[in-house]
């Protein structure tokens, strides 16, 4: 996902810009570029690669003026190199975009027909071009764009500047996140609140459609009929201090590290341990027992969080849950009964499938639902019931904390949901509250796992190929551990369900195929065990993941044991999450790849 910051200030803003980009690394990206005005008169600097390519171009290149725009690009259109990089130009009008613009094409044909010519591949330069042609034409600025937004199909977040206005700045939002940001005497712009953050704390979000007229004192905001709208300020949570890795090597590491104290953080916003019950802070618009069907819908590791979650749902509350990933679910156009639950997984609150879901249900008369850690994002402010984490910022591109602390979440909601239906007694949940008060100590005994895991991960960076297996609720876990494993060491892994390995996958096992095997001793153990057996046969390299009793029960002489604490049935697959993410940690730093921000990935897919 590409970043945003445009800066209306009194003092040079180019390094501004620059630091409040640096807060945005951790959507992933693959060029960067500036652009100020100064004297009147447009200018910018771009680079392809990371932030500090850019920055040694300014340091040599100093680029003045007290208004400018910065982005991160994360390339859709075009190859990652300094002429794709934006901001993008035409005359003396410069832009930034997030989103993608589904009709360039026809746009950029109409323009080169009149004389426009193009310098990059992209879509985003398209917009520029269009806005002069209106200039041109006699139109102000103000009035140039208002004409070129309604020329626009697809989703996109905007900051444009103009030659000569010393005084404006444009943004406007469709799909894409954009948050303005209030100072004295200045004006910001930000893909979200933690750009801005070391700025100010007062934010206005634009709801989806809105565009926005920006002076150094002034803010008139417009929705998508151009029609005069206020919209709320608010004090924005994001924390003003710089995140750093601290002692750790990577953003990764130190987030690993943060789920014991996140977890009990996000565990205490719904869970009263005292009385062991659950308990929210609000009333919900719908009540668990009433509800016949749970849709859930997410992407990526969010996803898996809701595969485990159908697991409990199901066992203990006795819900039946349709789980789909968002960007095949939005296009299914699945019945749906009035008056069900949508439940939307989003870290960012701001996946465009995951939105675009959330807006079919709503036009379908669910009650809505969302799990995210922005509590200010939009799939938040859509939701009629929101089930904040207490994660805090999390950098690194592989979510790790995240996906722990919405299985916390959805965990809670799933005690709540049993007892609501009459499905647990009152002891029942107080045995199970009290389980989930161990959490956070489970996690930190997992955690000191590291070191042992670390000479499995040694060997796993010299393969080309693993699989993944598990059952039950360990079966999600398997898909999640060779995702993160993919994501960050770039190694091909699969995961299958363990039954499934005498359809299919068995063909691939031989003496050079690592097999990770999730298996707490519960009852599909033994079940499992069979299954390693077969793998065994065929001289296949076995990384079993258990505790004590499954250890003591595994027969393989050859084959990696790594031995978790005893936890709880319903709490494995929140303590085994950590040895698998541990592992692909590991093996992605001896591989020597980039762990926090992978090739290809972005941090929210805010686009199709």
């Not at 990577?250 to 014991?260: A, G």
């Not at 341990?273 to 802070?281: E, N, P, Q």
């Not at 195929?513 to 001793?521: E, G, Q, R, S, W």
């Not at 999450?577 to 897919?605: C, E, W």
Request: charged share 25%; proline share 4%.
């Amino acid at each position: 996902m590409c970043g945003i910051v445009g800066i209306l200030g009194n003092t040079e803003v180019a390094p501004l810009l620059v630091d409040a980009l640096k807060r945005l690394e951790y959507r992933g990206y693959d060029s960067a570029g500036v652009a100020t005005l100064h004297d009147g008169q447009l200018d910018r600097r771009r680079a392809a690669g990371k932030l500090r390519n850019l920055e040694l171009i300014l340091n040599d290149n100093p680029l003045p003026g007290t208004i400018g725009i910065g982005h991160t690009r994360w390339a859709t259109h075009g190859i990652p190199n300094e002429t794709n990089a934006h901001p993008h130009r035409a005359g003396n009008i410069a832009a930034v975009h997030n989103g993608i613009i589904e009709n360039f094409r026809e746009l950029r044909h109409s323009l080169a027909e009149n004389g426009h010519t193009f310098e990059s591949e992209t879509d985003s330069e398209t917009i520029v071009h269009l806005i002069k042609r209106e200039m041109d034409k006699g139109f102000k600025p103000v009035q140039a764009v208002a004409v070129v937004l309604k020329m626009l199909k697809g989703a996109f977040s905007l900051a444009i500047i103009f030659g000569g206005e010393d005084n404006l700045m444009i943004g406007a939002r469709r799909g894409s996140p954009l948050a303005v940001g209030h100072g004295e005497g200045e004006m910001f712009l930000g893909s979200d609140a933690f750009a801005l953050a070391p700025f100010t704390d007062k934010v206005t979000y634009l709801d989806d459609g809105d565009w926005a007229v920006l002076s150094r004192s002034t803010i008139q905001i417009f929705n998508e009929n151009d029609e005069l709208v206020e919209r709320q300020q608010t004090v924005a949570m994001a924390s003003a201090q710089v995140t750093s890795k601290g002692n750790y090597k990577h953003f990764m590491e130190k987030e690993m590290h943060e789920q014991p104290e996140v977890i009990q953080h996000t565990l205490s916003n719904y869970i009263d341990f005292a009385s062991g019950k659950v308990r929210l802070k609000s009333e919900l618009p719908f009540s668990f027992k009433d509800l016949r069907r749970i849709t859930m819908s997410a992407c990526g590791t969010a996803y898996i969080a809701g595969l485990v979650a159908k697991y409990w749902f199901e066992r203990y509350a006795r819900i039946p849950v349709d789980i789909d990933v968002a960007s095949e679910f939005r296009y299914r156009e699945a019945p749906m009964e009035e008056g069900g639950l949508s439940l939307f997984i989003s870290q960012s609150g701001e996946t465009a499938d995951t939105l675009a879901s959330l807006r079919y249900c709503r036009e379908n008369g669910q009650h809505i639902a969302s799990i995210v850690n922005v509590q200010e994002s939009t799939i938040a402010r859509e939701s009629d019931a929101i089930f904040p984490t207490i994660a805090g910022p999390e950098i690194g591109v592989a979510s790790t904390k995240a996906f722990t602390c919405q299985l916390s979440v959805l965990l809670s909601l799933v005690i709540l949901a049993a007892r609501e239906r009459g499905k647990i007694t009152v002891e029942e949940e107080a045995e199970l509250v009290q389980a989930v008060s161990e959490l956070p100590k489970f996690i930190r005994q997992a955690l000191k796992l590291s070191e042992p895991i670390t000479h499995i991960a040694r060997r796993l960076s010299k393969v080309d190929n693993i699989l993944y297996l598990g059952r039950g609720t360990s079966f999600p876990l398997a898909l999640e551990g060779a995702l993160k494993l993919k994501e960050i060491s770039y190694i091909h892994a699969e995961a299958y369900a363990a039954g499934e390995l005498k359809h299919g996958p068995i063909a691939l096992i031989d003496e050079s195929m690592p097999v990770v095997v999730i298996a707490p001793f519960d009852g599909s153990y033994e079940k499992t065990v069979s299954n390693m057996q077969e793998v065994a046969a065929r001289d296949g390299q076995i990384i079993l993941i258990t505790d004590e009793e499954g250890a003591k029960h595994n027969s393989l002489e050859d084959c990696d044991v790594v031995v978790m604490p005893k936890v709880p049935e319903i709490l494995s697959p929140i303590v085994y999450a950590l040895p698998i993410q541990l592992l692909a940690y590991h093996t992605a730093d001896f591989m020597g790849t980039d762990v926090d921000q992978p090739r290809n990935l972005a941090k929210s897919v805010t686009v199709e």
